[in-house]
C-alpha cells in the first residue's frame, strides 16, 4: 500500500511539474516576442541616428555654403560701391581733348614741367574696374558705342540678384533638412 501512495505522490507532483513547464514556456515566449519588438526599436533608432548625421554633415555643408555666398555678396557690393564711383567720375569726366593746330616753331621759352597726373593709382585702378565689370558682363572688349559703365550696374545687380536667389534656395534646402531632422 505504501507503493501505492508513493505512485500517487510522485503522479501529483509530475502534474504539478507539468503545469508550472506550461507556464513557464508561454513566459519565455512571452520573452522572446519582447527581444525581437527591442530588436527591431533599436534598429529603427540606429537608421534615424544615421539620417540624423547625414542632416546634420549636410547642415555644416550648407553653412559653410551660405558663409561662403554672404563674403561673395560683400564683395560685390563693395565692388558695386566702387564701380558707382568710377562711373560717377567718368560722367563728370572733361570731353575729350580737341586736337590743335600746327604751330610754327616759337621763340623757346622756359616752360615750366607738366604736373603729373594728380592719381596714377586711380587710373589703374579704374582700368582694373573696368576689367572687373568686363568679367562680369562676359564681354571679349569693351563697347565703343555706349557710354563708359552704363551696363556695368546692371550686370553688377544681376550677380547680386543670382546671388539672392541661390541663398534663397540654399534657405530653403536648409528648412527642408531641419524638418527632415526633427520629424525623424
Known sequence: MTG?????????????????GVRL????????????AFASAVTDLNAAAGRAEAA????????QETDLLHDRIVKAREVKAQL????????????????EPVR???????????????????EERAARMAALAERIQGLAAPS???APGASNVTAILGAMTANQS????LNRAR??????????
Open 4 to 20: 501505492m501512495i508513493l505512485d500517487g505522490v510522485l503522479m501529483l507532483l509530475l502534474v504539478a511539474a507539468l503545469g508550472y
Open 25 to 36: 514556456e508561454r513566459k519565455l515566449t512571452a520573452l522572446r516576442e519582447g527581444q525581437q
Open 56 to 63: 546634420l554633415a549636410s547642415l555644416r555643408a550648407s553653412g
Open 84 to 99: 558707382e564711383t568710377l562711373i560717377a567720375r567718368g560722367s563728370v569726366a572733361a570731353p575729350a581733348p580737341v586736337a
Open 104 to 122: 610754327e616753331a616759337a621763340p623757346a621759352r622756359a616752360v615750366a614741367p607738366a604736373p603729373a597726373p594728380a592719381a596714377p593709382q586711380d
Open 144 to 146: 565703343k558705342a555706349r
Open 166 to 169: 541661390a541663398k534663397q534656395s
Open 175 to 184: 528648412r527642408s533638412l531641419d524638418e527632415d531632422l526633427f520629424a525623424a
